[in-house]
């Protein structure tokens, strides 16, 4: 199974931007279907992005849209989150996920459940 880590988290002023990174120093993630979430104290694990096996598809939360890039990097077996414009409601542990399902549909895609392998997280705090 993949030993997802994730990096790149801290604290960062409203309108700020992190790049999120998550690797696998073992094993390769260019089968796996990869996404991104978040959990806030008190709420549930929410879905954030997703991308596909090459990197031709992607998907984004409503929260998301027009702030946030997916992306990977086969060759260096690296997926990236850019988050722009960071928002207070950002705040959040964000979390990598590898599914090694093949199928491509939102509702699948939005599901926790869905992935099977799981980073430790990194912690996302953003100012107001």
């Known amino acids: 199974q993949p030993l997802l880590v994730e990096s790149g988290g801290g604290l960062v002023q409203g309108g700020g931007s992190l790049r999120l990174s998550c690797g696998d120093h073992?094993?390769?993630?260019?089968?796996?279907?990869l996404g991104w979430f978040r959990q806030a104290p008190g709420k549930e694990r929410e879905f954030v992005a997703a991308?596909?096996?090459?990197?031709?598809?992607?998907y984004y939360a409503d929260s998301a849209k027009g702030r946030f890039a997916i992306s990977r990097d086969n060759a260096k077996n690296t997926l990236y989150l850019q988050m722009n414009n960071l928002k207070s409601e950002d705040t959040a542990v964000y979390f990598c996920a590898a599914s090694n399902k093949f199928s491509w549909q939102e509702s699948i895609l939005e599901r926790p459940s869905n992935y099977e392998y799981w980073g430790q997280g990194t912690q996302v705090t953003v100012s107001s």
């Open positions: 991308i596909s096996r090459y990197g031709d598809m992607t």
């Open positions: 073992e094993r390769t993630l260019r089968s796996y279907r």
